[in-house]
């Protein structure tokens, strides 16, 4: 059957001719030129195979790339030295009839020999490859960019096989840990080793999860150089499972710059809230002195009539228990005024989350005013609040914001003819409101609109910085809530909008 089919192998030679999609020439390597081409390839590049032969020997200088005629002379030398059936590969640049340069990945095996076994011609198959070679080309280009950019950033690259515990890094990654690119030992020992022991087991539970539920993962961590230097390490992974392996793939980089500056700024914020705390109380410390005097005068008053009472020897049960009682009472409020004080001018801002009374956050923020406002006739408002409504919150911040706003009425007020203050508690859902409004007629559009920037304020020079409302705003987002100038009211209204529950993940400010 086979000898039927192959027996016209001139047939068979120029039906395989026609069909194939490839240029197929011969190359004479005594002559340096191509002798025959296929049908197919002088489609492609546009010579006749009179043409190429018309070339002779200036061939190569006519038809290739100048930067690729040294590689093709030695792929001549290495033709003559082939054995039968071996096959040599290269990629050169070819240039058609008119002009343009094709890539072609070309396959040359031995197609005569002379009497000494010499090889005399080559059988080239030549395969355009410019559509390939223009994408590795691009490739190229954006892998130099991606790695320009990573090192501007100074990011590195990891690649980690979760089966076998393996790592692989760039150049980048061993500078970001402080470890020496030759290494002897295992890498995932060495970072093990490196590594703050509380960052490596949250680490390794966030791994997990991800594992689990197929998603990327963020983790922060500490390591420690070979000269003790503590830095901050910050990756992103991701983790990708195919023909059943696992690997995760990201890029880390040395964070311990930006989390000192979060921590000077941390720090130059809480110093600057406590100062705007310490300026509050120094504005109220008349009215505390009042608070404090008033109780201490019938302290004293108490005292001297039990005096009076042993020296005349007028001694009165009822009158001793009444004046008892009273110096217990206002020995009571005198405490409550100092611990408020005392908690006040504590700095609050990473205090746990507590459930408080409304009502509680109320009383004890007044405490620091009341007389202050009795004494310049101001009248204060208060509604009649469920002692059972409660608010998880951070209770001296929130009385922070209170205090505030109950500042700000006084200032804006005090030399009105009609005076007063109104705080006022409204429950919602799952939230709830505490409103404080005075008897100004309001704030006008245009300030309004800047009231909660930072530094802004229409207080004269030297009574106020500018930082209560925008501090205050801070707080009441990082409580999940919000503080609000109400609009078309007929007078003026802050509202506090504070979520009744907070959870774990809520913000600082």
Same mark, same amino acid.
């Given at each position: 059957?086979?000898?039927? @089919?192959? =027996? ?16 197929? *020439? ?30 002779? %020997?200036? @061939? *190569? ?51 005569? &020999? ?11 198959? =030549?395969?355009?490859?410019?559509? &390939? ?18 090192? #501007? ?22 500078? +970001?840990?402080? +470890? ?37 993962? @963020?983790?922060?961590?500490?390591? %420690? ?8 390490? &910050? ?6 499972? @195919? ?8 890029? #880390? ?11 000077? +700024? ?20 008349? /009215? +505390? ?48 005024? $100092? ?9 609050? !801002? ?10 509680? $956050?109320?009383?004890? %923020?007044?405490?620091?005013? &009341? !007389? ?71 704030? =006008? ?16 020079? /030297? ?29 003026? %209204? ?16």
């Amino acid at each position: 059957m086979e000898k039927k @089919y192959l =027996a016209d192998s001139a047939n068979i030679f120029d039906k395989i001719n026609k069909a194939i999609s490839h240029a197929v *020439y011969i190359f004479d390597l005594e002559k340096q030129m191509v002798v025959w081409s296929n049908e197919r390839g002088q489609e492609l590049y546009g010579y006749s195979n009179e043409q190429i032969r018309e070339m002779g %020997t200036d @061939y *190569y200088a006519k038809v290739m790339h100048p930067d690729d005629i040294p590689l093709l002379y030695e792929a001549g030398l290495k033709s003559k030295t082939l054995k039968d059936g071996e096959v040599l590969v290269l990629e050169y640049r070819f240039k058609d009839s008119a002009g343009n340069y094709h890539w072609i990945n070309d396959r040359v095996t031995v197609f005569t &020999r002379n009497e000494h076994g010499d090889a005399t011609a080559v059988l080239g198959v =030549a395969t355009d490859v410019s559509e &390939r070679k223009a994408y590795e080309d691009t490739l190229k280009k954006t892998i130099d960019k991606l790695n320009l950019s990573l090192s #501007a950033a100074n990011l590195g690259t990891w690649e980690w096989n979760l089966d076998d515990n393996s790592l692989v890094w760039d150049e980048r990654m061993y500078k +970001i840990h402080g +470890i020496p690119a030759r290494l002897s030992s295992s890498l995932v020992q060495e970072v093990r080793s490196r590594t703050h022991p509380e960052d490596l087991e949250a680490n390794a539970a966030k791994i997990r999860e991800a594992m689990e539920k197929k998603q990327d993962f @963020y983790l922060t961590y500490r390591v %420690t150089y070979e000269n003790q230097e503590v830095h901050h390490i &910050r990756c992103y992974g991701k983790i990708l499972s @195919y023909s059943g392996t696992h690997r995760a793939y990201g890029v #880390a980089w040395d964070s311990t710059e930006e989390v000192l500056t979060e921590r000077q +700024i941390a720090e130059a914020r809480a110093k600057l809230i406590s100062s705007t705390k310490m300026a509050a109380l120094g504005e109220m410390s008349g /009215g +505390i002195a009042h608070e404090i005097n008033n109780p201490l005068t019938v302290i004293q008053a108490r005292a001297f009539q039990l005096s009076q009472m042993v020296e005349t020897n007028n001694i009165d049960p009822e009158k001793i228990k009444q004046a008892s009682e009273s110096i217990s009472r206002t020995a009571d409020k005198i405490a409550r005024i $100092i611990k408020s004080l005392r908690s006040f001018a504590r700095e609050g !801002t990473y205090d746990p989350f507590e459930v408080v009374p409304v009502k509680q $956050i109320i009383e004890e %923020t007044l405490e620091f005013c &009341r !007389t202050r406002f009795y004494n310049h006739g101001i009248e204060i408002e208060i509604p009649d609040i469920d002692p059972d409504l409660e608010v998880e919150c951070r209770l001296i911040q929130i009385e922070q914001v209170l205090l505030n706003l109950l500042n700000n009425s006084f200032d804006a007020i005090q030399h009105l003819e009609n005076k007063w203050i109104r705080v006022t508690v409204k429950e919602l859902v799952d939230a709830i409101e505490i409103s404080v409004t005075d008897s100004g007629k309001g704030i =006008a559009d245009t300030i309004a609109e800047q009231i909660m920037l930072p530094f802004f304020t229409t207080k004269e020079v /030297g009574k106020g910085t500018g930082l209560g409302l925008s501090i205050s705003s801070g707080i009441m987002r990082s409580h999940k809530g919000s503080l609000t100038l109400a609009q078309g009211t007929e007078n003026t %209204t802050f509202v506090i909008h504070l979520p009744k529950w907070q959870n774990e993940e809520a913000l600082h400010y």
